[in-house]
């Protein structure tokens, strides 16, 4: 089904899909997950047009890369080469850069009433990465489950970091400060001013940042979090009007953010209209040698998944 036409001409395609109670929109513009919803209910921040994604989103349910959340100053070195990437969130590159996978119209490579796997080519040198990346997101529904599977191919060596930036609001009450969250993490990773981390793996024991309990969003911190979460072998799980999401991924971390930046002039959604839960590698790992390698070389075929799971 079309959905709409880029300036560039580019044509825009939506795709339905329907497994017992949930039903799934997706784009190929950016592979957003346009709505998810559970029961009847949507789960997940939309937008109504294609201008609205264009003018108005906040990487709302959007494929972020080459490198999902931040690098710092916009530069790594690889091989000892030096690359500088688009900055653009203050000194750092955020998502990708300025023109990240999230505004770039993937193209269909299969599709069933469950299931789309959309692909993307990154060619060498896109916003200032090394070598040519082909990427794969297939989104599956099954089980009462939206399942999300990355594969990565590369042929140079370059740094990626996928991950799926859907703001989930289950209640659909559009302040998620009542969420209840657990995130089986028992280290964060601070940041600095720029949001870039420190470096340091710090407890969450006796800090405002433990989820290893259930705690609703709002309860501490003025509910305003953007940290990244180091898993330890489990996910994250959120509760709110009577539905359960259980989050499980095979990435060492997730990125928590509780939408208290989300402008309500700018985009639909005002504060807190919705929380992220961004698995992933960790934000500015191509700096940081002590974090797990985002780097990928010809040859090797990386692949990740990660499902959210809904109980009620």
């Given at each position: ?128 990465y090394p070598g040519t990346l082909t990427a794969r997101v297939t989104y599956t529904l099954e089980d009462d489950a939206l399942r999300i599977d990355y594969e ?9 970091n996928l991950t799926n930036h859907s703001y989930f609001d289950l209640s659909g009450e559009g302040d998620v400060r009542d969420h209840v969250v657990r995130i ?129």
């Amino acid at each position: 089904m079309n959905f709409g036409t880029l300036p560039s001409g580019e044509s825009v395609e939506l795709v339905e899909l329907s497994s017992g109670r949930l039903r799934a929109e997706v784009l190929t513009y950016g592979a957003i997950v346009r709505s998810l919803e559970v029961s009847g209910r949507n789960v997940v921040l939309g937008l109504d047009t294609l201008e609205d994604y264009l003018t108005r989103s906040r990487y709302f349910g959007a494929v972020v890369g080459r490198y999902g959340n931040r690098i710092a100053n916009g530069r790594f070195t690889l091989d000892g080469v030096e690359y500088e990437l688009a900055v653009n969130n203050g000194t750092a590159h955020l998502h990708g850069g300025i023109v990240g996978f999230d505004k770039k119209v993937w193209s269909i490579e299969s599709n069933d009433d469950k299931s789309v796997t959309l692909r993307l080519i990154s060619p060498d040198g896109d916003e200032g990465y090394p070598g040519t990346l082909t990427a794969r997101v297939t989104y599956t529904l099954e089980d009462d489950a939206l399942r999300i599977d990355y594969e990565m191919e590369a042929e140079a060596p370059t740094v990626v970091n996928l991950t799926n930036h859907s703001y989930f609001d289950l209640s659909g009450e559009g302040d998620v400060r009542d969420h209840v969250v657990r995130i089986d993490a028992e280290h964060y990773l601070p940041v600095d001013e720029a949001k870039i981390p420190t470096g340091e793996l710090a407890p969450v024991k006796g800090t405002a940042f433990d989820f290893t309990e259930p705690h609703a969003v709002g309860e501490r911190n003025d509910g305003a979090y953007d940290h990244c979460y180091v898993l330890g072998g489990g996910g994250a799980t959120v509760t709110a009007g009577g539905l359960t999401m259980e989050v499980t991924t095979t990435e060492p971390g997730v990125q928590f953010y509780t939408g208290h930046m989300l402008d309500g002039d700018a985009t639909p959604y005002g504060p807190f209209g919705g929380l992220c839960l961004e698995t992933q590698h960790f934000p500015d790992s191509p700096n940081k040698p002590q974090f797990p390698s985002t780097v990928l070389r010809p040859g090797r075929r990386r692949t990740s998944t990660t499902t959210y799971k809904f109980i009620s």
